[in-house]
């Protein structure tokens, strides 16, 4: 049972790698199934926990409301429901037991959610670093979405900086210290097919900590 933890910049491709990896490996591939969990888990709807997940909207428009000296009413907008304001650690918390129970019979893939740090003492895993030069993954930002560079550029301005505060202030770490990773790999420079070879190849082996 193989268990690989895939943090990725924006712009690295983490969505191409992560699929393909987990299909190479035979195990499932974990994004959607966490915040349908965690949904059940909290007893509202998936929309609501989509509205809360680590992508760029819904976190950064958390820390607005946090920051802003204003009634939530007015903050918040209408497709975002008040659900949406439960309390963070609540959160975190159900996502965390989603991705330890997700990977309990089957193991798998899991994109992001700080999986390195939600699975560090867990036996065998793989975590893994996927990241490159801004200026590279602005390149390839704009390819896949079909955006001018400003937007490139200000998309993954906004999604660096969500994800990096995200495990900053739930983990009071630093998602990019070489540390929590056994792989780091520039996407932005190695073709995405050799970052998947390199990535199975390592899963395949055993993870061993020398000492």
């Known amino acids: ?40 888990d909290l007893g509202c709807s998936l929309d609501e926990v989509l509205a809360r997940d680590e992508k760029v909207k819904g976190w950064l428009h958390r820390m607005l409301v946090a920051a802003a000296p204003l009634s939530t009413d007015y903050m918040l907008s209408p497709d975002l429901p008040r659900m949406a304001l439960r309390p963070d650690a609540e ?16 193991g798998g893939v899991i994109l992001g959610r700080a999986g390195a740090i939600v699975l560090r003492d867990h036996p065998g895993a793989l975590h893994v670093r996927l990241d490159g030069l801004p200026e590279r993954r602005v390149r390839r930002a704009m390819h896949e979405l079909e955006v001018t560079e400003s ?12 994800r990096l505060s995200y495990v900053r202030h739930f983990y009071r ?39």
């Open 91 to 106: 959160v975190v918390a159900s996502t965390e037991t989603a991705i330890r129970e997700t990977i309990k019979e089957r």
């Open 173 to 211: 770490a630093d998602a990019t210290d070489p540390s929590l990773y056994h792989l780091l790999v520039d996407s932005t420079v190695l073709p995405l097919e050799t970052c998947i070879d390199i990535i199975h190849a390592a899963a395949k082996a055993e993870v061993r900590p020398i000492g």
């Open 1 to 40: 049972m193989k268990v690989v933890t895939l943090s990725a910049a924006f712009g690295a491709g983490g969505n191409i790698v992560g699929p393909a990896v987990a299909e190479r490996l035979g195990v499932p591939f974990i994004d959607r199934a966490i915040p349908v969990k965690v949904a059940s």
């Open 151 to 162: 937007r490139a550029r200000e998309i993954l301005d906004q999604n660096d900086q969500a």
